[in-house]
């Protein structure tokens, strides 16, 4: 069976710092791995996802997220964060069999501070 | 381009009564689920489809149904509504074998209070 574990409920961070949010999963196949943001009263949307190849994904709004196979993680970072990016982000990993679901994290909160 | 469309997206019911929640996507998508989003509990998935006449059960599928007779929409259905289903529902859609395209696409969402 597959799980994901994010380690922090919420993430308080100054505005133009840096931030990582953390994220590692429990599998024994092949996953596909995603990162989706939550807007507040809205639905989810994709930042980023791995699926093969360089393990540094590039995604949308400056995020970018890196694929350690060895330590089942794939945190999530952003070099310097805007109020714009609080949000609750979710951490997630496509199962490869038949359903193709996706099993979530708990979330982790964003709250950018001016 | 709609994507995928939820309504209601806000819904009060009382205990004992039935609606349903429709979704209906436009991508031409073979894979629809519903999940359920509760407060520090992430999204867990309840029923979904791998295409038209075909469902099955996820992680939390009691008292729910859902049937899949089109392509386009993937309607869920809560019988005898408790508190317990109180919750933010999510209806996604994805092709997963196109590899450099495969993700989840959700709907906005629907806010169902049971009292």
């Known amino acids: 069976a597959q799980s994901v574990t994010q380690l922090d409920s919420q993430v308080p961070v100054f505005e133009e710092a840096p931030v990582e949010l953390r994220c590692n999963y429990s599998?024994?196949?092949?996953?596909?791995l995603f990162w989706y943001v939550q807007y507040p009263n809205q639905g989810l949307q994709l930042l980023l996802k791995?699926?093969?190849?360089?393990?540094l994904v590039k995604g949308i709004n400056g995020f970018e997220a890196e694929f350690n196979k060895s330590q089942t993680s794939f945190h999530l970072r952003k070099p310097s964060v805007h109020i714009s990016d609080t949000a609750e982000y979710f951490c997630a990993v496509s199962v490869m069999d038949s359903s193709y679901k996706l099993i979530f994290g708990s979330g982790t909160r964003l709250l950018v501070r001016p | 381009n709609a994507g995928v469309t939820q309504t209601p997206k806000f819904r009060i019911l009382k205990i004992g009564q039935s609606m349903t929640l429709q979704c209906t996507q436009d991508m031409n998508h073979n894979y629809m689920y519903w999940y359920r989003q509760d407060p520090g509990m992430g999204l867990k998935l309840i029923y979904y489809s791998v295409g038209a006449g075909i469902t099955d059960k996820g992680e939390v599928p009691n008292g729910y149904n859902v049937s899949r007779s089109t392509t386009e929409d993937f309607p869920l259905r809560l019988e005898l509504a408790a508190p317990s289903q109180t919750s933010v529902y999510f209806c996604a859609s994805s092709y997963p074998w196109d590899r450099l395209n495969t993700e989840a696409f959700f709907g906005q969402g629907t806010r169902l209070t049971v009292v």
């Open positions: 791995y699926l093969s190849g360089s393990t």
């Open positions: 599998s024994s196949v092949s996953v596909y």
